[in-house]
């Protein structure tokens, strides 16, 4: 039976891999218009290097959009811009980022495999279509999935009481929390770290690391660039006319323009805090509630303070905290009031760290709702953007994840393995 069981999913694993590489070996077509973004990122880098201010379109050459990334990025992106190379091989480059991201990203209580890495690789490359997009725009999303990898890797480490890994740790979470600088909205995740398998002492340094990481490029930005952080607050307010500024309410695939399609579709277009209101309760019972109900679960047969409670299990079991620590970033940065296309490609990075451990049946259903349909979607032509594909595949991979995750005890259990 295990070898039945194992050879129908191998099946089911080539298929969605031959759905990914052929969907992916349309954007080998070299005189395709790609990469719009890195452009844009390029040519901001280059009006800097020529005294002008990179905020503003007209100094752009070749372009309509804005750059909006912190002043403090401009010099640290400069080489990869030099020379013209990624503007020009910017396909390739970024699918050699996507393949390094399955290479660091940890396994939790399991020996690394190179069944393992390609399974990851599979999910980073297809699941939601993310790099899909991140391929065809250019978008420098890529760069944050490649160091949210080293990110996990570094923190998710086997713990150990005393602190002689935390140095590592704490390179970890400052590079998390540097990442979460490119997109700002995206800076609760960082309260994850607290679920890790540590004390709370430790615990507590690594979120203010975290914290001192994301808040680094733009104190850097504002002493020294201040004109042009200026700038950048005019740009990303719409303070600058005629161009495009970053808005919550934009097109993008997020609860919390759901939210707003479901107002306007009851007529109430305008209606702000309605909108609102039934974004929060959406994040609240779709994500949120239920995954603290599933901790709470886990720690209820303990004694103490809820506090106590669940420093006490996080450290007694280890590896369902670093799983439920990823879970938990998973489930914050979905439930983000601006999720573009581009963006699940890094959302797609924290779910590979577990996809690898779930059972046949789970892995099976992920591959299938989170890589095979939004693949089989992009490959018929049916239009994404403006839509909530994305949006529907990532929220059901979630609860699969959660339910695996609430499953696990039982499962273990049943295995006479104390969990």
Known sequence: MAGKRNAWLACLIALVAMLVFGNLANYAVPDMNYGWDARVNCAAVDAHVDGLDPYYVKNLKGTKFSYTYLPATLDAFRPLCASGFLVGHQRGVFLAIAVLCSLLLPGIGRTRSMGDVALRGLYVLGAFVGFEWVLASGNFAILSGGLTAAALALLLR??????????????????????????????????????????????????????????????????????????????????????????????????????????????????????????????????????????????????????????????????????????????????????????????????????????????????????????????????????FVQLAVALMCFWILLLDFRAEPTRLAQQGVRP
């Open 158 to 387: 086997p713990a150990k009481p005393d602190d002689q890994d935390d140095v590592l740790r704490m390179a970890g979470a400052a590079l998390l929390g540097l990442v979460m600088s490119f997109k700002l909205v995206f800076f609760p995740l960082l309260a994850a770290l607290y679920f890790l398998p540590l004390s709370r002492r430790r615990k507590l340094v690594l979120m203010t690391v975290a914290g001192l990481g994301f808040a680094l490029p733009m104190l850097i930005s504002i002493a020294v660039y201040p004109g042009l952080f200026s700038s950048w607050l005019l740009a990303i307010t719409g303070g600058i006319p005629g161009q495009l500024s970053v808005r919550i309410g934009e097109t993008n695939p997020s609860l919390l323009l759901l939210a707003q399609a479901i107002v306007d579709r009851v007529g109430l277009a305008d209606s702000k805090p309605l909108v609102f209101a039934i974004y929060a309760v959406a994040a609240t019972n779709l994500v949120l509630a239920p995954l603290g109900w599933s901790l709470l679960r886990a720690i209820r047969n303990n004694g103490g303070s809820l506090p106590a409670r669940l420093d006490r299990w996080l450290i007694d079991h280890p590896q369902a905290a670093m799983r439920i620590t990823v879970l938990a970033m998973y489930g914050l940065y979905l439930s983000s009031p601006r999720l573009k296309e581009y963006a699940f490609f890094e959302l797609a990075v924290y779910a590979a760290v577990l996809i690898v451990d779930l059972p046949a049946t789970a892995l099976a259903a992920v591959l299938t709702i989170g890589v095979a349909v939004p693949t089989l979607v992009s490959i018929m032509g049916i239009t994404i953007e403006g839509g």
